[in-house]
């Protein structure tokens, strides 16, 4: 990424480039951005984002994250700022653009000292965890795949075949609600804390999870991934 003092014209991009771009309302951020940027545009997305992560912070201070009143208050202040919150909106290439840069200037500011790492670490898996959670079923195996994580989900009749199993390893889940979730095979090495709390149903070397507990893992790799690349960039400061 660079930027300058001059303002400059962003190139026009056909909507199949856009959807290459930014095929999700959410990232794990795995690229950074190439593109030039003026100093005031870089200034402001700085600005926003700070807004935003702030406002993260104090919802989950003063609600219990995932409740109605906190996602419904958190998906206003992403509206009011205008990044990327949800994946059925038309024309979402700029918010998804605005939510992509200005993640990677934060990382410049928030690399520099173990407390303000840990911050912003939180405050973008609370993020992502809002956005995953109103992520509609049918577009989370191409957010996955997008995402570098190998993590499948399997048939119906796969499903059927072990459903006395995953019942007994998942408590929550009864056979009228295995019917309508999906369940993701994972590496058993990405689904040690599950496997830990004996949460979850081993078989071949591989984990057996519902979408309800996969989040834990997801956020668990984007914290994995998140914290290296902080801490690569202060080392090179």
């Not at 593109?35 to 992560?53: C, G, H, P, Q």
């Not at 790492?117 to 079923?137: G, N, T, V, Y």
């Not at 889940?173 to 004996?198: T, W």
Request: charged residues 30%.
């Amino acid at each position: 990424m660079e930027f300058s003092g001059v303002k400059r014209r962003k190139p026009r991009l056909v909507d199949n480039q856009k959807n290459a771009c930014y095929p999700h309302s959410l990232q794990f951020y795995l690229q950074p951005p190439s593109e030039n940027i003026s100093l005031i545009e870089f200034e402001n997305l700085a600005i926003d984002r700070v807004k935003l992560l702030k406002s993260v912070e104090n919802l989950g201070v003063s609600h219990m994250k995932g409740t109605e009143q906190y996602q419904s208050k958190l998906e206003a202040e992403l509206r009011k700022l205008k990044f990327s919150y949800r994946e059925n909106l038309e024309d979402e290439y700029e918010p998804r653009r605005r939510d992509h840069i200005s993640h990677f200037i934060l990382r410049l500011a928030y690399c520099q000292s173990e407390d303000l790492r840990r911050w912003f670490i939180q405050q973008e898996m609370d993020l992502l965890r809002f956005r995953f959670s109103i992520l509609p079923k049918d577009k989370v195996q191409s957010f996955l795949k997008d995402s570098h994580l190998q993590f499948e989900a399997i048939s119906d009749g796969e499903k059927t075949l072990r459903e006395q199993d995953l019942i007994a390893s998942s408590p929550s889940l009864s056979g009228a609600q295995l019917d309508l979730e999906s369940v993701y095979k994972i590496p058993f090495a990405d689904a040690l804390d599950l496997f830990r709390g004996r949460k979850v149903y081993l078989e071949n070397g591989f984990a057996y999870v519902p979408l309800r507990d996969i989040v834990a893992i997801i956020l668990n790799d984007f914290r994995t991934k998140l914290s290296k690349a902080l801490a690569g960039l202060c080392a090179r400061r």
